[in-house]
Structures are given as structure tokens and as C-alpha cells.
């Protein structure tokens, strides 16, 4: 009689707030996407999208499907899709990323591995030296 229909979230929508004010310590776990502006510490697993304001804190491994970091993140992103760092973005830890996308501003600090191969660009330049002198 009453039957719930879930309705698809559009494109940019979210459907949890971790406001400005706000200070979690410990595990955040959502089944639908999540913004966060304020601070975490901890884990964050998200089966839809994460995005992180430019006024949100992390010291926090991240887990989503999609993720748009605006913010400062110190910690492990993984996510089978998206990530992308907007210009105010400063990250620092390792990434594991279907699709990366940095723009012009956005400081990253880590490595970084795409698909199933790492992406190390110290070892690959120095390599790549080492073959220029042979």
C-alpha cells in the first residue's frame, strides 16, 4: 500500500552533511554519498560518492565509489572511479584510483595507482636516467 521507491540521486547530490561545526573520530560508513566540510580521523567508507569541502580536515582513509577532494586529506583514497583533486586541494598519502583528475593548484604528496599498475614517478624518472646513461 505504502511501498518506498528509491529514487536515484542526480549527479552532484549528496545525501549525508558532515557540516562545518562538525568532529568525528572513528568510522563513518554511508550506503548513499557523503559531503563532508568539517573534521575526521579514522575511516570513511562510502558505497556512493565522498566529497570533501575546501573547509574539511581529514587525517582519515577514505573509501567510495567516486571522490572530489577540496579540502586537506592526510590518508589512503581508494576509489574504483573518480578521483579528483579541485584546486584547493592539498593531499598527502597514497591514492588507488580508477580515473585521476588534478587541477592546477591542487598540492599531492604520495604515490599513486591507477587501474592494476603503480605509478611511482621518483623510481620512474630515476630509471628512465639510468637508461639515458647507458
Known sequence: MFAKTETPLKPGTFESLLGKGIEIKGSVRSKGSL???GSAEGNV???GDVTVGETAVLNAD????NVTIGGTLSGTV????RL???????VKGDIKVG???VSEGAIFSGT???GDQPVDTVSRSQETREQEEE
Do not use: H, K, W, Y
Open 99 to 101: 580515473t585521476l583528475v
Open 84 to 90: 579528483e583533486l579541485l584546486p584547493t586541494a592539498r
Open 45 to 47: 567508507e562510502c558505497e
Open 112 to 114: 599513486t595507482q591507477m
Open 78 to 81: 581508494t576509489c574504483s572511479g
Open 35 to 37: 559531503r563532508i566540510e
Open 62 to 65: 577514505v573509501t567510495a565509489q
